[in-house]
């Protein structure tokens, strides 16, 4: 991707410009070549338009450049100034680029392409051709290292035309085509469906919103009676549904799961391993919050082979919660020198919009830890709170630095006002508004509760399902 210079009376802002801005440089090469070919475009206007633009985007458009006038005149300059004519060619440019945008991506599609021939000399009946062609299409599918939910749609595909083929030879005999297209197929819609269940489930924890879970329990029940394990995606997928559904036995499922996630990038490309990491580690997250404290062993486990992967990095960037996370931890297990090691180290990993919070949030976290209240109001007071759950965490924090330093009418003007912030703010799931209610009561309590009504409160505190900072709670009671 390349970056450009913001001119205001340039173009850089139309869909042509950020379109092609985007492509890296082969792709780029790739579409100055795609454009020059007479069987897409022959139009030479078109032709030097994309050279024009090919150069100034690879010098990252210097300032002037992106004026229209200046494009129209390198390209008419012995014609005075049309903006309509630009317009014309920039929007066939335009449908230009989205059509070698479509087409560089389905070949990127592994057997895809190979497939739609296949389809032509079946549909033409040219069988030597297509016998040929099908072995060869066969061996490389066989030869791609991933089986994910992808690999299993080419398997379908390859099979459905094998079928196919058969089919208009109109033998009357057995063949094991129908079966095996059966079957990749319902291993793909398997794995397609199990995710999205699974994405729901998971989100649902983060965020108020109801989604339709059709046919939960039914493939519940079908993985209870069927043997996918040889099927990686439904493999993993299936443990994940069963862990996140809430089951009896969700903490066995879950250690089978993470096992076949760090064997992940075997089967699965790099995003889809992240995307495993991160769902293993939202399970992790919620349970602890939930007061599995065994958990945070796991946990520990899950970021650091995530981080020694590079699959919780992106693009070289650690996400804000990655980041958190990983301080939290820390601080648990009171590891504080370590903890601003890695505050410091990992923050020019944030993405520059998400920094400064992140940086000066998870110091004042430490600070406080470390009983320095005074360093940790001045990071608090250094952040802008651009993510809600920033805004829950910091509150937080200054009601217990509150409590703890005895500043009994600021304690209880922002108990009162961050419970009522609590009770109007939709954006926040059920979840973790209940958790965030259950310890603003709860610590309510605690403030006037008499000695006999503590020991009624710390089995109250333990009980609850959803409350976060359980252990702080329990630990004001012995004070």
Known sequence: MFCITQDKNGMENSKLVQLISAFDPPMLRAFHEFVASPYFNKDQDLMR???????????????????????????????SYDEMQLNRLMSRLLQLAERFVSIWRFEQRGILPDCMALEYYVEAHLDKLYAFAFEKVKGKLARQPLRNGAYYYQQFLLSDLAERHFSAQNLRRY?????????????WFLSQKLYYLCAMLDRQKILSTPYRQ???????????????QTSPP???????????????????????????????????????VKDLFYFAINFCINKFRQGG????????????????????LEDGLISPWTYKNMVKLGLGLRRFKWVERFITDYSFKLSGDQREDGFHFNLADLFYHKKDYRGAL??????????????????????????????????????????????RNKLISKEIKLAYLNFTAILQQIYSASKERRKALAEKIKKAPQLTDRNWLLEQLNH
């Open 378 to 423: 001045f990071h608090l007071n250094q952040v802008e709170f651009t993510d809600i759950h920033y805004s829950l965490g910091a509150k937080t924090m200054l009601i217990k630095i509150y409590y703890e330093t005895l500043e009994t009418e600021a304690f209880l003007s922002l108990l009162s006002s961050f419970n009522i912030y609590l009770r």
């Open 234 to 272: 439904v493999a993993v997928y299936g443990h994940l549904l069963n862990a996140l559904s809430g089951t009896t036995d969700d903490s066995a499922h879950f250690q089978v799961l993470k096992a076949l996630v760090y064997d992940s990038d075997q089967y699965f490309s790099k995003a889809e």
């Open 49 to 79: 338009l994309c050279d024009y633009l090919k150069q100034q985007l690879t010098k990252g458009f210097p300032k002037g450049k992106t004026a229209r006038q200046t494009v129209y005149a390198s390209l008419y300059p012995e014609k």
């Open 214 to 228: 059709t046919f939960l329990e039914a493939m519940r029940e079908h993985l209870q009676n069927h043997d996918y």
């Open 175 to 187: 063949d094991h085509h129908l079966q095996e297209a059966s079957d990749h197929l319902d291993t």
């Open 293 to 312: 404290k065994e958990f945070a062993e796991d946990l520990v486990e899950l970021y650091d082979r995530g981080l020694q992967k590079g699959v919780l």
